[in-house]
Each structure stands twice: as structure tokens, then as C-alpha cells.
């Protein structure tokens, strides 16, 4: 059996090591197009921050353990740009070269992530402006922090030898998780930092008291909140700075800007296939994880799942979930029965009714022992590729 799986982060290298682990002889092909596979999104805010000091230490995994480890063709620069279901075969295009080649899969596993939101705004595209996705994204952003202070560079670490540099601006679009993360690391690089959030409270799922409880403790540690405000715009001063202006006509002097808009399910290639996308834009998958191809199956930011509570379809852009489904897909394609969490029955209006009371029951999970991968014997433990680990925290 022969699987492709397209996407090398979260879902992707989650994918490949589960499959690995339940067939030994699979053939496993995972690509990436970027330049790394199994890194920490979720601490690239504090790569930004210097919390995370080297880049290093975000990469979970790479190509190399994939390869020797796992015996998983993996392949970094690599984009898939067409499937064929008729063929079932996945175009492939070497980002360096431009190369094209086919390859033919018995089973083909999407998780392209999502793409940041960056709305067609006056002046988006000038230098200052960033977003956080992948790993280059936060080397640009450090360097941009840090050009022109190259013979600065640790020095404000001895306490010996302090400099005075005028204060750098930031503004961060956007009062989300990865919005008040970057907030948070900005100031620790020493921003007067503003936030900038379109609805009436910073980190909108959190019920409006809890969210003017953040938006207080962000006060707390300088951070100007501005509610119930969206971007216009941004131009470039004369000394290359930024202005952002808003809808309510406020401007906003800036050094670096952060948007944090939100993201977007990666449908480009389900939608070349034909598969069914779903009412709120991602690719709709059953509960093991299958397309509307059978040989097709989608996990990750990229698809829509059942709201656990609602029972709506949804969007759950986050690790843990990419990770499990990642796993369940994997489970199925070696022919285990496994599902991600159902949901449970919408809630009654009538407290009576039966299926309102108490949760619905879970699955037990399936506890067949899980081969090893016998490959290549090591004494040191590897992580668990796939992983997205940031600093502590959940969501
Ligand atoms: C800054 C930041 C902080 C975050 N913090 C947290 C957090 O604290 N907690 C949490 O739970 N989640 C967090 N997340 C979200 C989490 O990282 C994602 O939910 C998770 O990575 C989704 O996994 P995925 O496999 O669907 O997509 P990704 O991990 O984004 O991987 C998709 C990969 O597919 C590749 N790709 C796309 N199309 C192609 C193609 N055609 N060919 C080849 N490769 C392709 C992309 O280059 C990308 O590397 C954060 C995300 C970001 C950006």
C-alpha cells in the first residue's frame, strides 16, 4: 500500500509516524513544501519573544529522523499542485527546481493547514507588516526587530553595558490567542505595543466578563487595547515608519505590525480534486476522517468537523485536534475502526428531555497493541513528531 500524505507539520508528520507504527510495510510518502516538516507553531510567538532563543529548538523533527527513523520518504521544498482521483495519482513540484513528477497512491492523506487571513487593504504589502505562520515568518520578524542594532545584538543582556534606544511601536491586528501571544512577546522586547480588535472584546470565545478581565491584566503590562475598531489601511512615513489608520478614522504610528486576522481552511487542492468542501469552507470529512473520495482522507485546519457540544459543523483550527485526527486517519488506512469524538445530541429545550441529561457516552479506546517500528534500534527516546508544543498551555 502506497500513502501520500501532503503537509508535513501537525497533522502531516502525525500522520506519517502512526501509519508507520501500525504497517511496517507501508510506503509512506510525505511532503512539504516549506523548508521544515513536525515543528512548534504554537511557539513561534515566543521564538519571536527570544523566550525560544534558537530556531532549533522549535523543529519537533525532520526530514533526516523521518527518513532514518520512521522509513518515511520525507520530502521538504516538495508541493503537491494537482491530484488526479481518476489516476490516483498526486502531482508533485520541486520548489528549488520546478521539477514536476507524478506519483500513484493507494490512499492519500490531505492536511495543508490553513492560510493566514490578509484582507486586500491599502498598503498591506509594505515593509514592517508582518503575520506568524510558518518558521520564516518569525526569523523575519526578529530580524526586522533587530536590523540595524547588529552590533547591539545580547548586549542589553549585560547589565554593564546599557543602550538607549527610542521606543519601538508595534500595533498587533487582531485579539486573538496568536495576537495576544505576539502582544505578549513584544513587550518583552520592549514595544509600546496597541491591539487593535474588530469585535467589543479581545479573545472573543471567552464570555465577554473574562474577556475584560484580559484585556485589564493586558493593561496591566502596558498594552493599549483598542475595541470595537477594524484596520483601513497603512501607509509609509518618510522615515519608513508605518501609519495604520482604522475605520473609525484613528491613526496609529507604528514600527512593526502584527496581523493576526485569523485563518483560513487550505482547500486549493481538495477543491482540484473534486471533494466536497463544506458550509464553513473546509473539507468535509466523516468521523474517520474520509472525504468525500474513499481514498481521499483530510485532517487538521484544512477541514470541518462536528461541533462537540453543538453538533454544528465547525472549524477548530488547533494542534490537539490536528494531532488526533491525524491519528485517526492513520488508524483507518490500516484498517482499525476508529472515529474522532462524535457529538453529542444538540441540547433540548425541554429539561426533560431524555437527550439532555448528562454527556453522551465515549468511546473506549481501542486498546490493540500498536507494532513497534523495529527499523533502527536507538537508545535515546525520539519525540513525537507531529507535536506542536509550545510553552505550557492549553487551549
Ligand atoms: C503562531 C501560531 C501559534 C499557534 N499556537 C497554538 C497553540 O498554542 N495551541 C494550539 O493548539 N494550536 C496553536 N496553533 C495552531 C496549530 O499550529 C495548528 O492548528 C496546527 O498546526 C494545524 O495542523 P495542520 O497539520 O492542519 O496544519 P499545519 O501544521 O499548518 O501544516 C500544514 C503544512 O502543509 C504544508 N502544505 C500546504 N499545502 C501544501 C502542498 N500543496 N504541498 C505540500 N505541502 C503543503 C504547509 O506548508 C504547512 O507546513 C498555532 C498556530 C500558529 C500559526
Redesign the pocket.
Known amino acids: 500500500m502506497k500513502v501520500i500524505i ?9 500522520c506519517a509516524a502512526r501509519l508507520r507504527r501500525l504497517d511496517e510495510q507501508a510506503e509512506i510518502l510525505m ?4 523548508p ?2 513536525s515543528y512548534a ?5 515566543y521564538h519571536v519573544g527570544n523566550v525560544i532563543e534558537h530556531e532549533s529548538d522549535l523543529l519537533v523533527a525532520n526530514e533526516e529522523l523521518f527518513r532514518r527513523h520512521f522509513a518515511v520518504d520525507c520530502r521538504t521544498g ?4 494537482g491530484i488526479s482521483p481518476q489516476d490516483k495519482t498526486v502531482q ?1 513540484r520541486n520548489v528549488a527546481t520546478g521539477d514536476v513528477s507524478t506519483e500513484p497512491y493507494d490512499k492519500l492523506v490531505l ?4 492560510a ?1 487571513v490578509r484582507p486586500p487593504l491599502p498598503g498591506i504589502d509594505l515593509p514592517g507588516i508582518f503575520q ?3 518558521v520564516p515568518d ?1 526569523r523575519e520578524i526578529r530580524e526586522w526587530i533587530e536590523r540595524g542594532t547588529s552590533f547591539l545584538a545580547g548586549m542589553e543582556k549585560y547589565s554593564g553595558f546599557q543602550t538607549v534606544r527610542p521606543a519601538m511601536r508595534a500595533v498587533v491586528v487582531g485579539g486573538g ?2 495576537g495576544l ?2 502582544a505578549e512577546n513584544l513587550v518583552r522586547r520592549g514595544f509600546d505595543v496597541t491591539v487593535l480588535e474588530m469585535a467589543d472584546q479581545v479573545l472573543t470565545p471567552l464570555d465577554r466578563e473574562y474577556g475584560r478581565l484580559v484585556e485589564d491584566f493586558l493593561g496591566l503590562h502596558g498594552v493599549h487595547v483598542v475595541v470595537n475598531d477594524g484596520v483601513a489601511g497603512f501607509e509609509q512615513a518618510e522615515d519608513d515608519s508605518l501609519t495604520m489608520s482604522t475605520q473609525s478614522g484613528t491613526s496609529y504610528p507604528a514600527d512593526l505590525v502584527i496581523l493576526a486576522l485569523g ?1 483560513r481552511p ?1 482547500t ?2 481538495a477543491q482540484m480534486a473534486g471533494i466536497e468542501i463544506g458550509e464553513r469552507g473546509g473539507i468535509r470529512v466523516d468521523e474517520h476522517m474520509r472525504t468525500s473520495n474513499p481514498d481521499i482522507f483530510a ?5 470541518e468537523v462536528r461541533d462537540f457540544v453543538t453538533g454544528e459543523w465547525s472549524l ?8 488526533r485526527q ?1 491519528r485517526i486517519a492513520a488508524d483507518v488506512i490500516a484498517g482499525r475502526d476508529s472515529s474522532f469524538r462524535e457529538p453529542r445530541a444538540p441540547r433540548s429545550s425541554s429539561c426533560s428531555a431524555p437527550a439532555s441529561r448528562g454527556p453522551a457516552p465515549t468511546r473506549r479506546r481501542s486498546t490493540a497493541s500498536v507494532t513497534p517500528t523495529t527499523r533502527r534500534s536507538t537508545s535515546t527516546r525520539t519525540p513525537t513528531p ?1 507535536t ?1 508544543r ?1 510553552p505550557s ?3
Open positions: 501532503v503537509g508535513g507539520v501537525a497533522g502531516g508528520a502525525s511532503v512539504e513544501r516549506g521544515f516538516v507553531n504554537c511557539g513561534l510567538p516538495c508541493e503537491a499542485i508533485l492536511s495543508p493547514g490553513a493566514s506568524v505562520r510558518p518569525a490567542f496568536i501571544e505576539m485563518v487550505d486549493t487542492l485532517v487538521g485546519d484544512a477541514v477548530i483550527a488547533l494542534a490537539g485536534p490536528a494531532n491525524a507531529g506542536t509550545g498551555r492549553s487551549r
